[in-house]
């Protein structure tokens, strides 16, 4: 790659990417960029400027595996919205309106979508002007008539510029108010599952965080002298989640997943403004992206702070233009901390090997990794010339599921880890400091980070059939993770008594027999296990 034939072009394309989304200044220690007020264009756990103001927009992490009990299938997950904090009403977690979805595939690894599924939600409200609460007893399916808010969806496939419909008004899985309100939930998650035409599964709703990680690696690399380790940042909070499960053949180039195997999968989400004619009349504005997620932690720890937001703006076949952003995958900036910190010598540049990882895939001919793993050139009928470096998380679909899956993923020759695709159970950021202090060149773990941030599982167990996310929480995080639930039969007891004052203003239908309070108990003791 060039700097000096492809600086100037790579310009022109990030000086369009902050200028698509609108007016408004946002000055920042290394530059000012042109924004939209309330417009953000970040991922990935509120790390770029922007996000904190747009958490529904806000894509946290993807997956992309084979299905552990389908494996003629692989299953794609994209989270939204970080730090859900549980019990969080009376305005629980909601998808936006006003947003597009979107899980993407590239099977031909020219950096551009061959295969869209979107998702658009909408909003079912049956009280709003007399009631303020998201349910007014307890749920017990997804239409009950005591679920005040409830989400909807359609489902919609494109392939290039056409488009189908897939499924229309399928039902999200509400947030999980409480056990009072919802004594099982694993049911009403269950009917949110729901089969797609030509093969496969949906479901949308609100999931535990699968993250799992110290995020006090950002004070100063677990605060200089690794003190600062051991605690799942994330224990405790939900986050949004769509899922889907396809069968291979509907994602390989051409139908042939044996020739074909490799796809590179990323999630979006687009925003749709508002423009206004000289009459003053609104009509729709074209819908912009505003967040973008393939591979984790790439915008957290590569992408400079000067980039990050209009990083998220870009295709993935725009990525090799922008040179800054590419100098920092060669020569990146986490290395040279560590050293700084902990004197642990960076390696040596050009980093290749990131460069493979990150924008290439995995392949003998694409850099210095000596292995066929999951670059697209592996794909037999993909045009070789049409074939450009992106930032996209790729998965060898013919790598079969392990049964006894490895944190470290193909550090550990687990082939089926990250980052050949990423699993719920992959310890991304172990995997992520090893990689980018040389292992996956040397095939050798450096020792002084062998423990990595000490999380190494989530703190709940996953489940083992679609949408395998794990329940969301009930318990409130600032109680702390270890403090016993504050369910079972006081819990009832002092909702019954809320619900008797409510009854007596003329509020609230609550509608409990024995049983279910039998029912309420056992879910309070089991409310953070998964499916």
């Known amino acids: 790659m060039n700097s000096r034939s492809t600086r100037p072009r790579s310009r022109r394309v990030l000086d369009q990417s902050l200028l698509v989304l609108g007016a408004g200044a946002l000055a920042t220690g290394l530059g000012a960029l042109t924004l939209a007020p309330g417009v953000s264009a970040a991922s990935s756990h509120r790390e770029a400027p922007l996000i904190a103001g747009d958490p529904r927009a806000d894509n946290t992490d993807v997956y992309a595996y ?14 939204w919205i970080p730090f859900e904090e549980p019990n969080g009403g009376p305005n629980f977690y909601a998808f936006g309106e006003d947003l597009r979805y979107n899980i993407k595939i590239d099977n031909t690894g020219d950096g551009v979508s061959d295969i869209t599924y979107t998702w ?28 005040n808010f409830r989400q909807v969806y359609d489902l919609v496939v494109s392939h290039g510029s056409k488009s189908k419909v897939l499924l229309s008004d399928v039902p999200a899985a509400p947030s999980r108010v409480g056990p009072a309100s919802m004594p099982d939930y694993a049911a009403l998650r269950n009917q949110a599952i729901r089969n797609v035409p030509g093969g496969g599964k949906t479901f ?35 986050v949004n989640s769509v899922a889907l499960q396809i069968p291979k053949a509907q994602l390989a180039l051409k139908g042939n997943q044996g020739r074909n195997p490799v796809i590179g999968v990323w999630s979006t989400t687009d925003r749709q403004g508002v423009q206004v004619s000289d009459s003053r009349t609104p009509r729709p504005a074209p819908w912009k992206q505003v967040s973008r997620l393939g591979n984790p932690l790439v915008n957290e720890v590569v992408v400079p702070l000067k980039y990050k ?25 986490l290395p040279k901390l560590i050293q700084q910190v902990y004197g642990i010598p960076a390696p040596a540049t050009p980093r290749k090997d990131l460069f493979e990882i990150y924008l290439t895939g995995i392949c003998k001919a694409c850099g210095p990794i000596q292995a066929d793993l999951n670059s697209h050139r592996l794909n037999k009928d993909a045009p070789l010339k049409r074939i450009v470096p992106a930032e996209e998380l790729r998965l060898n679909m013919a790598v079969p599921p392990t049964a006894d899956p490895k944190r470290y993923g193909v550090l550990a020759g687990d082939l089926a880890g990250f980052p050949n695709g990423r699993r719920l159970t992959d310890d991304v950021i172990d995997i992520s400091l090893q990689a980018v202090e040389g292992a996956a060149q040397t095939g050798q773990l450096v020792p002084a980070l062998a423990d990595g941030d000490q999380v190494d599982t989530n ?52 509608r409990r027999s024995r049983s279910r309070s039998r029912g309420l108990s056992r879910d309070g003791n089991s409310s953070r296990t998964s499916s």
Do not use: C, W
């Not at 084979?66 to 989270?79: E, F, G, K, Q, W």
């Not at 939600?121 to 997804?142: E, I």
């Not at 949308?204 to 677990?222: K, M, T």
């Open 309 to 333: 937001d209009a990083f998220n703006t870009l295709n993935p076949d725009q990525d090799r233009t922008v040179q800054p952003v590419v100098d920092k995958v060669l020569d990146p900036i």
């Open 120 to 147: 658009r939600f909408h909003n079912k409200v049956r009280d709003a002007a007399g009631q303020f609460l998201y349910n007014t007893g307890p749920v017990t399916s997804l239409n009950d008539p005591d679920l």
């Open 66 to 79: 084979t299905s552990l009990d389908r494996p003629d299938s692989v299953t794609l997950l994209a989270n």
């Open 459 to 510: 703190e709940v167990p996953f489940g083992t059939s679609f949408p395998y996310l794990a329940l969301p929480h009930t318990k409130s995080v600032n109680s702390g993770p270890d403090a016993p639930e504050r369910t079972g039969m006081k819990g009832a007891a002092a909702f019954g008594g809320l619900g008797a004052l409510l009854l007596g203003a003329g509020g609230l239908r609550l």
């Open 204 to 238: 949308a709703g609100q999931a535990e965080d699968p993250f799992f990680a110290d995020l006090r690696v950002f004070d100063l690399l677990y605060g200089g002298d690794l003190s600062e380790r051991g605690q799942d940042t994330l224990a405790g909070y939900n």
